[in-house]
């Protein structure tokens, strides 16, 4: 499967099993057969559960590397579609207004694929300086 063709796939939001972080390890399955979020999937079912999870971990940042490298993958300075990145998106709003937070994406040409909770969206996005070469 293409990554366009990946990416127009009916996902679904679900905590634990197709949200922003498992939608990119989804994809590193497809592309390689491995699976870097094997050991996290129906281990929660709710923000308060994965930000649990990434409070652990030490981070987003900390969570995907530690889970690309134990995989072989090695990080990049210059992402290809393909690659998992770390960006900055908007996941709701607060009283004090927009909340932006890193989360993995997906390299689409000039753009990021990333999870939403109507689905996948390709989007500009701002990336963090965080990549990791999935080939």
Request: proline fraction near 4%.
């Amino acid at each position: 499967m293409t990554l366009q063709e990946y990416i127009r796939l009916p996902h679904r939001w679900r905590w634990g099993f197709t949200d922003c972080t498992l939608f990119a390890a989804d994809w590193v399955v497809e592309a390689t057969g491995k699976d870097p979020g094997a050991d996290l999937r129906g281990t929660y079912f709710d923000a308060e559960g994965a930000a649990m999870v990434l409070r652990a971990a030490g981070g987003v940042e900390r969570l995907v590397d530690k889970k690309l490298r134990a995989l072989g993958f090695a990080g990049t300075d210059e992402p290809r579609d393909g690659d998992i990145g770390i960006v900055l998106a908007m996941a709701g709003f607060d009283a004090a207004g927009a909340v932006v937070k890193e989360i993995p994406a997906i390299r689409f040409g000039p753009l990021w694929a990333v999870m939403s909770a109507r689905g996948a969206m390709v989007k500009s996005l701002e990336w963090t300086g965080v990549a990791w070469r999935i080939a």
